[in-house]
């Protein structure tokens, strides 16, 4: 992990597919709902996708500004992804330099390099949420929280993921066994894989970039149908 990344965050995730029964589950289960949220994500890119198809994710979300999500160690295969989270904005514009090899631009913001860099937006979508938290019991002595977020985005898709954000890479082993458990109480099958919004918006509205993208080994997900929020397969 280079020094930019090396105070961020890990994101540990698993994305599927939430059933009528998944809210009252989580309740059972002893988790709380925060909030619900309704925001605006504009994702960028340069016109021949350099930053997706080497699994970078500039993504400038209403009320929270810019995160760029950066590929993690891939150590443990699974229906699972781990990034890491860029959100300070000279970092964020020092990563995007050295993914798109080119000299960096200054410690400025993040939309001063847009042009320069070569970026556009490639995809705009509002997505309602619903955000619990909870906190699985065990032996270990400091239990990861874990997220789930309920997504229902503009464009019929809905989805859930599961998330941990661990500091160390030590940390990840424990976070994902905590997904895991999570995710099997929640009915999810062993290796169901859910397609992340991004890819389903893509899929339908951007076919070629979406083809382009399938191209590219790093892409773990093939959604060929997709759950609308009446539950149908699309």
């Known amino acids: 992990m ?6 961020a965050l890990i994101e540990v995730e698993r994305r599927f597919i939430p059933g009528p029964g998944t809210e009252k589950r989580l309740q059972e289960l002893g988790g709380t709902l925060e909030h619900q949220v309704t925001f605006w994500d504009r994702y960028y890119d340069t016109p021949e996708l350099s930053l997706m198809r080497a699994d970078y994710w500039l993504r400038q979300r209403e009320g929270s500004g810019w995160e760029l999500k950066c ?6 295969s699974g229906p699972h992804q781990e990034y890491v989270e860029l959100t300070v904005e000279p970092a964020v514009v020092a990563q995007l330099c050295e993914v798109l090899g080119t000299e960096v631009l200054g410690a400025g913001g993040v939309a001063a390099v847009l042009g320069p860099l070569g970026l556009q937006e490639v995809a ?3 997505t309602k949420r619903s955000a619990w ?5 065990g032996t270990d002595e400091e239990e990861p929280l874990l997220k789930v977020d309920l997504d229902t985005a503009d464009f019929g898709y809905t989805v859930g993921e599961v998330e941990a954000l661990v ?3 030590a940390e990840v082993p424990v976070a994902l066994e905590k997904i895991h458990s999570l995710s099997s109480m929640l009915g999810v099958p062993v290796q ?5 919004k991004l890819m389903v918006y893509l899929q339908r509205f951007k076919p070629q970039d979406y083809q382009r993208l399938l191209q590219v080994h790093r892409l773990r997900e093939k959604p060929q149908g997709t759950k609308d929020p009446e539950g149908n397969l699309g």
Request: charged share 15%.
């Open 71 to 76: 590929p993690g160690t891939a150590g443990v």
């Open 167 to 169: 500091h160390e890479e």
């Open 192 to 196: 169901e894989t859910a397609p992340a």
């Open 2 to 7: 280079n020094g930019i990344m090396a105070h």
């Open 124 to 126: 705009s979508f509002v």
């Open 133 to 137: 938290k909870l906190v699985l019991s």
